[in-house]
């Protein structure tokens, strides 16, 4: 039997210095298009070890690469609580009906490579922060791509 899910996860808006952002279209609910969404591995799992595991496991994307150094990883000090959706609460322990979001920023090189992980997605897009936004399924999500513009970093590596 599996392990249920910790409810504390992280939510990473991977976007180019030019603010398109990338979007994941889920593989157990088509039409459902969010950024890399991941819940910690462990409790005591540090939030950026979970990030750097999430966004390689879903597109491919090696952070701490010379591509994507570490340094392009922006924690936004943001947090959202939110209702777990019930087609996904038999994931959690019994009695879990909420979940702990950290919000984070990822600036990748325009062109990045990206592989994705073929039982979590089917496909992905490139959109510019307001389409991206426009186009999520989580509220959440979309309010966190909407900040973009006034969270990103000023210079990018």
Not at 62 to 79: C, E, K, R, T, Y
Not at 100 to 112: A, M
Request: charged letters at 20%.
């Amino acid at each position: 039997m599996k392990p249920f899910k910790i409810p504390e996860s992280v939510l990473v808006v991977i976007h180019t210095p030019d603010l398109d952002v990338l979007l994941l279209e889920r593989a157990d609910h088509p039409g459902f298009w969010q950024s890399v969404t991941g819940s910690k591995d462990r409790a005591d799992e540090p939030l950026v070890e979970t990030c750097v595991r999430e966004v390689a496991e879903e597109t491919g994307i090696v952070i701490g690469s010379a591509d994507v150094p570490l340094a392009n990883l922006h924690d936004w000090q943001l947090g959202n609580r939110y209702e777990i959706y019930p087609v996904w609460r038999h994931r959690y322990a019994p009695g879990v009906t909420s979940n702990l979001e950290h919000v984070f920023g990822l600036t990748v090189p325009p062109g990045v490579a990206i592989t994705l992980a073929p039982r979590e997605h089917l496909r992905y897009r490139w959109l510019p922060y307001a389409a991206a936004a426009d186009a999520c399924f989580s509220p959440s999500n979309a309010e966190a791509i909407l900040q973009l513009p006034r969270l990103r970093p000023t210079t990018s590596r």
